[in-house]
């Protein structure tokens, strides 16, 4: 158990990776981009310390401090939780970059070269967003699985379908596990815990489709 001097210490910690040391560092760090800028930038926003949104995220202050400062890729499972307690879309998570030429495009159109990305983890995994716009029901991505890696389980609130674009998956939900091969496809219940798995020496890719459910259906 600790003491009180030890607890002051702890207390002292957060506090001090919850503040920028000086207002030029913060600059320097929002403006650089990517995830972490971003994520602190929207949870100071919402008036909320690292210590509460890791409460409501159920992720460890020190892993969500390490996202915030660039210094952690966060694994699929950890990007939901802090999805599910911010109530944020997807694209809120993946790095983008505008060509400077199709600037007035409209955002119904995402060129192939302009895809928002998002990495995960160590073992390579990332998506592609299909979609520029801000999606109200319909998220579509690519998944790319390098040899020998897999997700990690996860459930959403949500429709999910997919179709297997390249290689073999296996698809494991409710403890039952499948392989699915180019052309196959899925449709589910996305609160049903599930994985991707490629257990093969080719990369696999997987065409990705997330519905989001009204409440009503929720029920």
Not at 126 to 137: E, G, I, W
Not at 148 to 169: Q, T
């Amino acid at each position: 158990m600790k003491n009180s001097k030890s607890m002051m210490l702890d207390t002292k910690i957060v506090e001090k990776l919850d503040q920028p040391s000086d207002g030029s560092e913060m600059q320097a760090n929002t403006s650089s981009g990517g995830l972490g800028p971003r994520l602190r930038a929207y949870r100071q926003s919402r008036k909320l310390g690292l210590k509460e949104l890791a409460a409501l995220a159920s992720v460890s202050v020190g892993i969500l401090s390490q996202i915030e400062r660039g210094m952690n890729v966060p694994s699929l499972r950890t990007v939901e939780k802090i999805r599910n307690a911010l109530d944020l879309p997807i694209g809120f998570f993946f790095d983008e970059e505008r060509p400077i030429d199709n600037a007035r495009e409209d955002d119904a159109i995402c060129r192939s070269n302009r895809r928002p990305v998002l990495k995960f983890g160590r073992q390579g995994l990332s998506k592609q967003l299909l979609h520029h716009a801000k999606s109200r029901v319909f998220e579509m991505m690519i998944i790319d699985l390098p040899p020998r890696s897999s997700s990690d389980f996860s459930s959403y609130p949500s429709e999910k379908g997919a179709l297997v674009m390249e290689g073999k998956i296996t698809f494991s939900i409710d403890g039952e596990s499948s392989d699915l091969n180019v052309g196959d496809s899925l449709l589910f219940d996305g609160t049903r815990p599930h994985q991707l798995q490629n257990n093969t020496d080719f990369s696999a890719k997987i065409m990705w489709i997330v519905a989001k459910l009204p409440n009503e259906f929720l029920l």
